[in-house]
C-alpha cells in the first residue's frame, strides 16, 4: 500500500494543480479559488448538503448491496456486522460497493442541474478526500482490507478511485 500511496500523490500533483495566475485567482484543481469569495450560510448548507449525501452514499450502497443479495447483517457502530457466510466475490463486492457508489453518484450529479453548485462542490470533495484518504485512516480493516482479504488488487483500486475522485472534483469548475 504505501508503493500505491506515493503513487497516488504523483498522480494528484500532477492532475490537481493549484496555481495563481498573474491576478492572483488562485485555483484548486480547476476550482476558482474566488467562488468562496462571498459565500453565505446557504451555499455553506449546501457544502455541508453535499458532503452529508456523499458520506451517506458510501453507508447506503453497502447497505443495499447486503439486502439485494438477501444477506443478514446488523449495523454495530461504522461497522456492517454480517450475520452468515459469504462467497469470497461477495466480500470483495462489499469492500468495494461504497466507492462505487460514491463515484456513480458523482457521475449522476454531474449530469444534473446540480453540476457546478456549492452541493456537488462539497460532494465531490468528500469523496475524494474519504477515498483517498482512507488507507490511512482504516490501516488494515474495512473497505480495502476485505478487498485485498478475498482476492482483489486494493492498491489498483486505491489508485482507480482516487484519480476517478480526482476527475470528478476537477469537473466541478464553475
Known amino acids: 500500500m504505501k508503493n500505491s500511496f506515493y503513487s497516488i500523490i504523483l498522480i494528484l500533483l500532477l492532475h490537481c494543480p493549484v496555481y495563481a495566475s498573474w491576478s492572483d485567482d488562485w485555483t484548486f484543481n480547476g476550482i476558482p479559488l474566488s467562488r468562496f469569495k462571498n459565500t453565505d450560510s446557504k451555499d455553506i448548507l449546501e457544502i455541508c448538503g453535499g458532503i452529508a449525501f456523499s458520506a451517506f452514499l458510501h453507508w447506503g450502497s453497502h447497505i443495499v448491496f447486503l439486502e439485494t443479495k438477501g444477506i443478514k447483517w446488523e449495523q454495530k457502530g461504522i461497522e456492517e456486522q454480517i450475520k452468515e457466510p459469504m462467497k469470497d466475490k461477495d466480500w470483495q ?9 460514491q463515484l ?20 465531490h470533495s468528500y469523496t475524494f478526500l474519504s477515498i483517498g484518504l482512507y488507507p ?3 490501516k488494515d480493516k474495512y473497505d480495502f482490507h476485505l478487498i485485498e482479504k ?20 476537477n469537473s466541478n469548475t464553475n
Open 93 to 101: 463486492m462489499m469492500g468495494r460497493i461504497g466507492f462505487l457508489g
Open 104 to 123: 456513480c453518484g458523482g457521475l449522476i450529479i454531474n449530469q444534473t442541474k446540480l453540476k457546478n453548485t456549492f452541493f456537488a462542490t462539497g460532494y
Open 136 to 138: 490511512t485512516f482504516h
Open 150 to 169: 478475498y482476492g482483489g488488487d486494493k492498491d489498483f483500486e486505491f489508485v482507480f478511485y482516487t484519480f476517478s475522485s480526482a476527475l470528478l472534483l
